[in-house]
């Protein structure tokens, strides 16, 4: 029997290596995936589009709404999720039948910590430290405009817009672009743009509200001054192997908003 402590403090137990895992995360099913691990994979959310790969696994539902029915088909010897994602309702009625292991990642740090963990657990160290290795050098290159630190708000959601504030791992990635998040909240408050003065950006993300070109227009009109963009969500927020295109995207959005 192994004895495992996870990234929210929960012990788990595991008589072997995991061979049936169920991945209740999108970023955490790439992950997996990357760590060649998708043959052990039998069950995914329906929001697991990457790799292709995994669209052939089991759907056992969402990140907020599993089928508990499914899942026990499935048979897991480890059901894998995020704080961030899944409800505490899911976990704790999954871990009366299943070993859950739960992922809380806040920062770069965190993240390196969560790889070197899994890696542990699935018994892929060499990967997780290669790749902790890769994303650590990427990050290195990001190249900050030293004259000027941007000011943005990262908006999530409309009607009413949300905004990401402190506290998340999408503010440490506005941090290590050099911006300067405008919203000093914590979490995801709800936001009135025209409180913020001297706005430089206002980011448009692709998720969880699939933010598009119309809606930069509508914003435009009112702040003509200010760069609106829409982003990458998934190179901001996803905490798995994704994170590690995210410095030569970041590179990118540093020059325009010069």
């Not at 299943?98 to 018994?123: F, Q, R, S």
Request: charge should be negative; include cysteine.
């Amino acid at each position: 029997m192994f004895a495992y402590t996870d990234q929210t403090g929960r012990k788990i137990s595991l008589e072997s290596v995991p061979k049936r895992i169920i991945s209740l995360v999108p970023s955490m099913t790439e992950l997996l995936f990357d760590l060649g691990l998708g043959e052990r994979v039998v069950g995914v959310t329906k929001f697991c589009h990457h790799p292709l790969e995994a669209k052939s696994r089991k759907i056992i539902g969402g990140t907020k709404s599993v089928h508990y029915d499914r899942i026990q088909e499935l048979q897991p010897d480890l059901v894998i999720g995020n704080k961030e994602e899944n409800t505490l309702e899911i976990v704790q009625t999954l871990e009366k039948d299943y070993p859950v292991w739960i992922a809380d990642v806040n920062t770069l740090e965190e993240l390196y910590e969560m790889n070197t963990l899994l890696g542990e657990v699935l018994a892929v160290e060499k990967e997780a430290n290669e790749l902790n290795e890769e994303i650590r050098t990427n990050f290195s290159s990001i190249v900050k405009n030293e004259n000027k630190s941007a000011r943005v708000a990262y908006l999530i959601w409309r009607e009413p817009y949300m905004a990401v504030g402190t506290d998340t791992f999408i503010d440490k990635m506005i941090a290590e672009c050099g911006f300067e998040n405008v919203v000093k909240e914590s979490r995801y408050p709800e936001v009135k743009l025209s409180e913020y003065n001297d706005l430089d950006a206002i980011l448009l993300s692709s998720e969880p509200y699939p933010f598009k070109e119309k809606h930069l227009e509508e914003l435009q009109k009112s702040y003509p001054k200010t760069t609106i963009k829409l982003v990458d969500g998934e190179l901001f927020s996803w905490v798995g192997s994704r994170i590690k295109y995210a410095p030569a995207y970041f590179n990118d959005l540093i020059k325009e908003l010069k």
